[in-house]
């Protein structure tokens, strides 16, 4: 049986920074999401607050209001947000003592380890409960060393990339992999990011969690279990971050060490500087940059998918159509039309 979950995004969820509740939201999740917690749109279906599409799931002012209305009461209580550096925000601490002191299994992917905090570590112990922080670090002696067998690997790879971080590049990569999937193409997606293990995803590792000399190594070895394991048409690549954010630049390692030729390129029309970067005016370059970099890095941009919040539904048709004739290219608007036109431009490529 499915284990139940509770999702703490204390006043970040309709917000950008609330991705992981929303990728359990939107699922398919690891855990049974019984509801979400913050005060800020507590009464609402969380599917009606993330994107106007109910799915039964409501959300509560605290823990203990959930407590008292979710029977049986839930197992585990995931933090829900991912912040800028892997910063545990304040609000979320008292709901992570409740849920602690009832028993419950805590499941955090922030770089705050909860396993450090000494009264979360207690309560946890008093009342039957645990501690599972999926951004722990692993040790270099449990980590692979790129060795460049990947390359050799003629399953085709195809990396979701973006222009900023917080930009819908899981969420594109997991519509896709549905729809080559019920189109008759066997696609498989490597995670490289919490929210990905808590949907449930079987490959993949946590970047940002690795030590650098081993991430090109922890993504050979993804792949090549996946590929082993169930021999698929298709290996899509869950981006990171984005190859000039200044804060966090990633991304040439899926095409460098992964072995992607082929690139979906998630863009935000409506955002101008790096998320969490404006007040240092970190502009986000132009598109057509991005799309010559990765073509010197050794891949070719197949279509561009569009992150429209910010842009009313005009002016984000607007924004695709002004685009596909700037650049030559298939641009969809993966939440709003779904992915069905990406299945057939990877078709014509592979």
Not at 12 to 25: D, E, I, L, N, P
Not at 27 to 36: A, N
Not at 230 to 255: H, V, Y
């Amino acid at each position: 049986m499915q284990e139940t979950a509770l999702a703490l995004a204390n006043g970040h969820f309709q917000t950008v920074f609330a991705k992981t509740s929303h990728g359990m939201v939107r699922g398919p999740s690891r855990f049974r999401l019984r509801g979400v917690i913050d005060p800020a749109c507590a009464g609402q279906d969380a599917g009606t607050a993330l994107d106007g599409r109910p799915r039964g799931i409501p959300i509560y002012p605290s823990i203990p209001d959930a407590l008292a209305q979710v029977h049986p009461a839930p197992t585990h209580c995931v933090v829900g947000v991912a912040t800028g550096g892997g910063v545990l925000p304040a609000d979320l601490y008292a709901d992570l003592k409740a849920a602690a002191g009832a028993g419950m299994t805590l499941v955090n992917g922030l770089h705050h380890l909860l396993s450090t905090d000494p009264e979360l570590v207690r309560l946890t112990q008093e009342n039957g409960g645990a501690i599972l922080d999926i951004r722990k670090p692993k040790p270099a002696s449990a980590l692979r060393f790129w060795s460049g067998e990947v390359l050799r690997l003629q399953t085709p790879r195809v990396a979701v990339l973006g222009m900023d971080c917080a930009i819908g590049k899981r969420t594109t990569a997991m519509l896709l992999r549905e729809a080559c999937r019920a189109h008759g193409l066997r696609a498989e997606m490597i995670y490289t990011g919490q929210t990905g293990w808590l949907q449930g995803l079987q490959h993949g590792f946590i970047f940002d969690a690795t030590l650098n000399d081993f991430v090109s190594g922890e993504l050979e070895r993804a792949i090549l279990d996946c590929r082993r394991e169930t021999d698929p048409d298709l290996i899509l690549l869950e981006g990171q971050s984005a190859l000039r954010n200044p804060s966090g630049p990633a991304g040439a390692e899926f095409i460098l060490s992964g072995g992607a030729r082929g690139v979906i390129l998630q863009h935000a029309p409506g955002r101008m500087y790096f998320e969490d970067l404006e007040a240092l005016g970190c502009t986000i370059p132009p598109i057509e940059e991005e799309i010559e970099l990765i073509r010197l890095l050794g891949a070719r941009v197949w279509a561009v998918t569009l992150h429209t919040r910010g842009l009313t539904p005009e002016a984000a048709r607007e924004a695709r159509g002004a685009l596909a004739d700037r650049l030559h290219l298939p641009v969809v608007l993966p939440l709003e039309d779904g992915v069905d036109a990406l299945v057939k431009v990877i078709q014509q490529h592979l």
